[in-house]
């Protein structure tokens, strides 16, 4: 019987996998996909996340795509521009994850790719763990590290299924293109873009320029979604016209995937099990960004479970610490971006982009919330008591 079977490999997975094995335990990691693979995803992340996992500093040739030094953020009317300062790493998720694998199978977590997990059974003093193959492993515990549309929350029931306005339905791509083509298109600074609520719909589109590559996706609420290859096809195509990407751009490799932006779920663990990442929607709701979260919660889960197997303290009861310490961490922060999410996806949402063109502390702050580069806490209050001071220094300048 292993100590831990954590479901998903992705930035959560890896993470939790990586710390317990390096804590002694036996660990199995099981993902339906053989890795590398790729995910749908942006691949952006703060370039301080090596400071808060040090050991990718080292790896960091591996998976590094550039870093992006602005971010420009279009209105949703296409009339007014915000352009600030802040730094965002890009990475592609095929390489990101498979680093990510390779530092938890450096420790000894015991690997099973290519494996779906079909269902659960957690009794008293285990978990099992029905693999699709036929095959089945039992473990003291299960971290739920998978994804947005999680078995391990479904069968526990922490949640059944996500309301259409939680989730974000997305298209993205990845495009080649040549260094020199996007430093003419992006600068040297490689711009990235974002284009919020495109079409009136809330959401957003994205450009995140890379070494050779330029990604571009479009986010929809669900509610919104229907249609989001239609509205995809001409956000490209205003792409195109607008000279973001070459005309003859090729699109081949579109994917869709889902992604929670309506705020974590409210409970996170339950007997022997704590979700993870996308699995508990730990993801900000404005951005979309959820692999930093997913990784400081993988942490958080191992720290408390390599303390709780000691003395096989599982139960519910003893687990409610895990949920403390990731709304500690960044949980709070979230309910305030579900704030501002609301507010920029709102019919005041021109006006507030109208203010922020009129100063560059505000663009700043815009930027440095989309990269994720700013340190999240207090983000919101930030941002809103910078609106304030704008509009009373107009108001009051003679
Ligand atoms: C279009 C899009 C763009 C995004 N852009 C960004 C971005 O730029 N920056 C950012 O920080 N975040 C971004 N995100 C969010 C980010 O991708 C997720 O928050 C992050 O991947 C969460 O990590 P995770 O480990 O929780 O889940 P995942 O990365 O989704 O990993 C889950 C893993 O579980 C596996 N799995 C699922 N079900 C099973 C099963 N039953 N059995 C076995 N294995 C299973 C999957 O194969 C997968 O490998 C984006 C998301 C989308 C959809």
């Not at 094995?21 to 996909?33: E, F, H, P």
């Not at 590094?64 to 009339?79: A, E, F, P, Y």
């Not at 290519?114 to 978990?127: E, H, P, T, W």
């Not at 709102?346 to 700013?374: C, H, K, P, W, Y």
Request: aromatic fraction near 8%; glycine fraction near 10%; charged fraction near 25%.
């Amino acid at each position: 019987m292993y100590d831990v079977a954590v479901i998903g490999a992705g930035p959560g997975g890896s993470t939790t996998a990586r710390y317990l094995a390096k804590q002694g335990y036996q660990v199995c990691l099981i993902d339906k996909d053989r890795f590398p693979r790729d995910k749908p995803c942006g691949g952006g992340f703060s370039p301080r996340l090596v400071d808060e996992f040090p050991y990718l500093r080292k790896r960091q040739g591996d998976f590094l795509r550039g870093v992006c030094r602005v971010g420009v953020i279009h209105s949703s009317n296409q009339k007014t521009v915000l352009r600030g300062r802040a730094d965002m790493a890009v990475a592609l998720r095929t390489d990101f994850d498979n680093v990510l694998l390779e530092s938890a199978l450096e420790y000894g977590a015991e690997p099973k790719m290519g494996i779906r997990a079909k269902s659960l059974q957690i009794d008293a003093n285990s978990v099992k763990v029905e693999l699709t193959n036929g095959d089945h492993v039992t473990a003291r515990a299960i971290v739920g590290a998978d994804g947005s549309t999680s078995m391990v929350a479904r069968e526990t029931q922490l949640n059944a299924k996500w309301p259409s306005n939680h989730i974000t339905a997305c298209r993205v791509v990845e495009i080649p293109a040549k260094t020199r083509d996007i430093i003419e298109r992006y600068s040297e600074e490689l711009e990235y873009h974002f284009f919020a609520n495109l079409g009136g719909l809330p959401g957003y589109g994205w450009i995140f320029p890379k070494l050779d590559t330029i990604n571009i996706g479009l986010g929809i609420v669900g509610r919104y979604a229907k249609g989001l290859l239609r509205y995809f096809e001409s956000f490209i195509k205003m792409l195109k016209r607008d000279g973001y990407i070459a005309k003859s751009a090729e699109l081949n490799a579109l994917k869709g995937a889902l992604l929670p932006t309506g705020g974590t779920i409210a409970k996170s663990y339950s007997e022997r099990c704590l979700l993870v990442g996308d699995s508990a929607g730990m993801v900000n709701p404005i951005t979309g960004g959820g692999i930093a979260h997913a990784m400081v919660a993988g942490k958080i889960a191992a720290a408390i479970l390599a303390r709780n197997l000691e003395n096989d303290a599982l139960d519910d009861s003893d687990l409610g610490k895990y949920q403390t310490q990731w709304m500690a961490e960044f949980g709070k922060e979230i309910k305030s971006q579900l704030i501002v999410q609301k507010v920029f996806t709102g019919v005041f949402a021109n006006t507030l982009f109208e203010i922020g063109a009129r100063d560059s502390v505000l663009q700043d702050t815009v930027s440095a919330m989309m990269s994720e580069a700013s340190a999240g806490r207090n983000d919101a209050y930030r941002l809103f008591g910078r609106f304030l001071y704008v509009c009373l220094r107009e108001a009051l300048t003679p």
